[in-house]
């Protein structure tokens, strides 16, 4: 579904962030994407979706490399939701959804608006069409951001950091949402801090470092036994603060 071949980002012609990354996703996969603050891992999502150029390798979706001409037809087909909402303040939670299938898409209204319908129900947000963002809490917020992304139907949908500025008691709402989506087939990588989560729903993690993967397996081999001895100093931090709570 997805291949990236030897993926190179700079910055500032001297910061290299990316340091030729390889990995392929399958269709229906969903990828937890792991490391510490820096290491590169939302980047590598916004060079996916195109948000950020890269300096060497290739992206490949369906098989068909991606260009610099055809990076709004990928859009189309590789969803991004962010760590923000990026909600329009003042259009009502159906106007925003709304908004990229009429504008982009070239949508009947009608039909656009059923399905929006269709997916606030389905995050248990059906009621709150005609509200607007100030009107709602950050996890429905967040909800809200993840149907705008289906909205467009996407092939591959990108989850960069979702929860990250959430309450703790909101952060189970959105988690429900993302495993209901991970059950249904979609593809999915997720990069993401909650590492039980994402021993519950990935089918493989990835672990980065320094812009690199260092290593990378199934959920239930990697929390328990991780090959290697940076990932294993990763994971002990989380075990540890586990243990002080």
């Not at 490391?35 to 939302?42: I, L, N």
């Not at 008691?169 to 979609?186: I, N, P, Q, Y």
């Not at 999915?188 to 993690?205: G, K, S």
Request: aromatic share 6%.
């Amino acid at each position: 579904m997805l291949d990236l071949q030897n993926i190179v980002k700079v910055y500032d012609q001297d910061r290299l962030v990316l340091r030729g990354i390889d990995l392929s996703v399958d269709r229906s996969e969903v990828l937890a994407i792991i490391g510490p603050s820096g290491c590169g891992k939302s980047t590598l999502l916004r060079c996916i979706n195109g948000l950020e150029e890269i300096q060497d390798g290739t992206i490949a979706l369906d098989g068909q490399v991606v260009d610099g001409k055809s990076w709004d037809r990928v859009r189309q087909r590789v969803g991004m939701v962010f760590q923000s909402y990026e909600l329009f303040p003042h259009l009502t939670i159906l106007d925003n959804l709304l908004l990229a299938p009429l504008k982009v898409r070239k949508e009947d209204k009608a039909v656009a608006a059923k399905r929006a319908t269709e997916l606030l129900t389905r995050v248990g947000l059906a009621d709150r069409a005609d509200s607007y963002p100030s009107q709602l809490s950050g996890g429905q917020k967040q909800r809200v951001a993840i149907v705008r992304a289906l909205m467009m139907e996407p092939e591959v949908l990108l989850l960069d950091e979702i929860t990250a500025s959430l309450d703790p008691e909101m952060v189970r709402e959105v988690l429900d949402v993302v495993a209901g989506l991970a059950k249904s087939g979609m593809t999915m990588l997720i990069v993401t801090h909650e590492m039980q989560f994402a021993e519950a729903v990935a089918d493989r993690v990835v672990f980065m470092d320094d812009g690199k993967i260092i290593e990378e397996g199934r959920p239930a081999e990697f929390f328990k036994e991780p090959q290697t001895e940076r990932a294993k100093r990763f994971l002990d931090i989380f075990t540890f603060e586990a243990e002080e709570i």
